[in-house]
């Protein structure tokens, strides 16, 4: 052992982990290639009937089409993982609301009522936090967003916002958000021949 090694300099020879979100933007294309291979299945088992070999040609041409309309349609987010200071910075960015604290001894209708308002809107306040703490975790990891179209670097809160109002907006903040979580929390274990 050497007293000399500096494990930090060593450390920082290393890389950060990634991980690449795959979303696809044409669900008219899936749904169609999905109904293609349906009838595709059924031609090919029906192989017996007249023409089965050109109409089994003309949907493996149209799955050809959709399958470039599917790549025409994808999007790549790469993110990154975080450090636990990066994490902790969006917590404190977005505090816990206060619970509100429930009155002791016999409440009447009036009491209870406004206590199960204010704990409604504890509920809600609560949401709203984890969404802007998670869209914040987002946009601190996202290195590049990448399409056909073309590529950037990074994406805003409000940019995620404003996905978030969109069919499948939900999910794909989801599906970013868990790369982000995997990234940051599971470790690479190399699978090389030996």
């Given at each position: 052992m050497s007293k000399d090694f500096d494990l930090f300099a060593w450390l920082d020879t290393g890389t950060t982990a990634t991980r690449d979100v795959v979303i696809y933007n044409d669900h008219e294309a899936y749904q169609e290639a999905k109904a293609v291979n349906e009838e595709l299945d059924n031609v090919e088992q029906d192989d017996m009937t007249l023409g089965a070999g050109a109409r089994r040609a003309q949907l493996r041409e149209q799955l050809v089409a959709l399958s470039d309309r599917m790549e025409a349609s994808k999007m790549v987010w790469q993110v990154r993982a975080l450090s636990d200071s990066e994490i902790q910075a969006s917590q404190a960015a977005h505090p816990e609301p206060k619970l509100p604290i429930e009155p002791t001894g016999i409440m009447n209708d009036k009491l209870r009522e406004k206590y199960e308002t204010r704990m409604h809107a504890y509920r809600e306040a609560k949401i709203a936090i984890e969404v802007a703490r998670r869209l914040w975790v987002i946009e601190c990891a996202t290195t590049t967003i990448t399409t056909e179209a073309g590529s950037r670097e990074g994406i805003t809160t409000a940019e995620l916002e404003k996905l978030l109002q969109r069919p499948?907006?939900?999910?794909?903040?989801?599906?970013?958000?868990n790369a982000v979580l995997a990234a940051t929390s599971q470790e690479v274990t190399p699978d090389f021949p030996k």
């Open positions: 499948h907006g939900s999910k794909w903040i989801t599906l970013v958000y």
